[in-house]
């Protein structure tokens, strides 16, 4: 089993419409991480979590440390948001990131 | 704006040769890691740093070997490529206290 479960693993979704990426994790962690990944490869992070929840533009992020599970949400989606969305938590040790396999999203005009 | 900077982008190189992947940072980060990506899989950690003269080898075993003879350089290179080398490479840098990940472009190795 993963430490780090995302879902769904595709998702396939209308412009506009609320779209939803769930993250569940297995490890004490010191931080969970949103990223995304376009074709072209490179990664940029969206959030970087310890609690509570974060906005940024039509991205929002929460994290409920008690469950080991965060949430990511994209409202009034659009094709650009079209991409990988990793989720991905910092151990407790060393402090190195353990990631999930990604969330493929693709937002249809 | 990149502050973290992945040479080359692409490369295609016949099996035996040595190639070393070059990653730069500008924002005096002390822990620098590179990622092994296949496509449409996880990343995995193969080497990472936290600092000067620190290298550690990551949760993938990896026929490559690094060093980080300076803070904002932290070069991988593969003594003699082969097709199962072939992968995306990410480098990454870090902040104090390992928040603030900065991922560079890539590099898309193929080994033929």
């Known amino acids: 089993k993963n430490e780090v479960e995302q879902s769904p693993q595709n998702l396939t979704a209308q412009e506009g419409e609320f779209i939803t990426i769930n993250c569940s994790y297995s490890?004490?962690?010191?931080?969970l991480h949103w990223l995304q990944q376009h074709p072209g490869g490179g990664i940029v992070s969206l959030f970087m979590?310890?609690?509570g929840k974060k906005k940024h533009g039509r991205l929002i992020a929460t994290i409920n440390i008690q469950e080991k599970h965060s949430s990511l949400h994209i409202t009034a989606s659009h094709p650009r948001d079209s991409a990988v969305y990793i989720c991905?938590?910092?151990?407790?040790?060393?402090?190195?990131?353990?990631f999930g396999k990604g969330t493929k999203l693709s937002v249809k005009p | 704006e990149a502050d973290i900077y992945q040479t080359p982008r692409y490369l295609v190189i016949g099996t035996g040769k040595k190639i070393t992947l070059e990653c730069s940072q500008t924002?005096?980060?002390?822990?620098m890691y590179w990622y092994q990506q296949d496509p449409g899989m996880e990343l995995h950690l193969i080497h990472y740093?936290?600092?000067?003269?620190?290298?550690e080898k990551g949760d993938l075993s990896s026929e490559s070997t690094v060093s980080r003879i300076r803070t904002e350089h932290f070069p991988l290179t593969l003594e003699s490529a082969r097709p199962s080398h072939t992968s995306q490479y990410l480098c990454?840098?870090?902040?104090?206290?390992?928040?603030?990940?900065?991922f560079g472009s890539g590099t898309r190795l193929t080994v033929v």
């Open positions: 990454a840098s870090s902040e104090p206290a390992n928040y603030g990940y900065t």
């Open positions: 490890v004490g962690i010191s931080a």
């Open positions: 979590l310890s609690s």
């Open positions: 991905a938590v910092s151990d407790g040790s060393q402090g190195n990131l353990i």
């Open positions: 924002m005096g980060h002390d822990k």
């Open positions: 740093s936290y600092g000067v003269n620190s290298t």
